[in-house]
């Protein structure tokens, strides 16, 4: 089966709060961790990364925070709007290789 | 524009006759990437190219072809198109330093009848 996982499906917040998106990862070795969106009809986006050897970046609005005793990768982003409803991804690159593992996706709902 | 193209977005055909979806990308980039995407399954990678000449399998490569002539373009072959090809298509470019910005085009929806 595939390393990276998601543990829910789908998500639905309200206009203005928080969302908190998380995927969970199995290969160890992996180097560097990915989150993209995909809005429909469209295809992926890349949203922000984080190396292995961080716990916590930020961007525009997004944080990423990696948790490698746990395995665990997880996308907050701030304030939610209606625009950043979509399906986030996240996906891993396995350390010394060009490949990308994506999980399978959350689909995230922004109710106004 | 920087952009990734991908033709057609739309595509039914019948078992067995061969068809080519085309990729091209104005970003200069030396990395590109075919990917598959299914309900349930998420994206996975069916071939990929360092440079030109230089291409390798994904995780399903059964049943594609790719060739890589230009540093642009890296077209997706189906020399023998099944049902089990029935999917959204997506082709990705990155420049080589660059392991997470990827730009995907807009999706090839083949449809195997």
């Known amino acids: 089966g595939e390393s990276v996982g998601l543990h829910l499906p789908t998500l639905s917040v309200q206009e203005g709060d928080n969302s908190i998106i998380n995927c969970a990862y199995s290969n160890s070795a992996s180097d560097y961790f990915i989150w993209y969106k995909q809005e429909s009809g469209k295809g992926p986006q890349f949203i922000i990364d984080i190396r292995s050897n961080m716990d916590k970046r930020q961007g525009q609005r997004v944080t990423v925070l990696l948790n490698k005793t746990v395995k665990h990768l997880s996308l907050q982003i701030a304030a939610t709007q209606p625009g950043d409803s979509a399906v986030y991804f996240c996906a891993e690159r396995q350390g010394g290789s060009e490949k990308l593992v994506f999980g399978k996706g959350t689909k995230l709902t922004v109710n106004p | 524009e920087a952009q990734v193209t991908q033709n057609p977005r739309y595509l039914i055909t019948v078992t067995g006759k061969k068809l080519t979806v085309t990729c091209s990308q104005n970003?200069?980039?030396?990395?590109m990437s075919w990917y598959r995407q299914d309900p349930g399954l998420g994206l996975r990678q069916i071939y990929y190219s360092m440079n030109v000449e230089v291409t390798d399998k994904g995780d399903v490569p059964e049943g594609y072809k790719v060739s890589r002539k230009e540093k642009r373009n890296f077209p997706l072959i189906l020399e023998s198109p099944s049902p089990n090809q029935t999917s959204l298509y997506f082709c990705?470019?990155?420049?080589?330093?660059?392991?997470?910005?990827?730009?995907f085009g807009p999706g090839t929806r083949l449809t195997v009848t």
């Open positions: 970003m200069n980039h030396e990395y």
């Open positions: 990705a470019s990155r420049s080589s330093g660059r392991v997470s910005e990827q730009y």
